[in-house]
């Protein structure tokens, strides 16, 4: 399918694997989004059934998390 490894080898592995830190960053950007998007229950557990409907969750999702960043709360 065209897929590269993105992930760097372990230290101790014989012939190390070369990767493209640039999108082992971005990837790990994504990954940490979508760990911070788990954490809203209807997002986890998928309670919407059309696509339309979860589009629009993740959507809500994804500005809540955008708009926190401007909040002064402890």
Known sequence: MGATAVI??????????TYDLT??????????CF???KQFRRFATRYCKYVACFA?????A?????LQQFVDTP
């Open 56 to 60: 629009a969750t993740v959507a809500l």
């Open 62 to 66: 994804c500005s809540w998390l955008h």
């Open 8 to 17: 760097p080898s372990k230290a101790n592995r014989r012939r190390q694997r």
């Open 35 to 37: 760990n911070r998007l």
């Open 23 to 32: 999108l082992y960053k971005l990837r790990n950007r994504i990954e940490r």
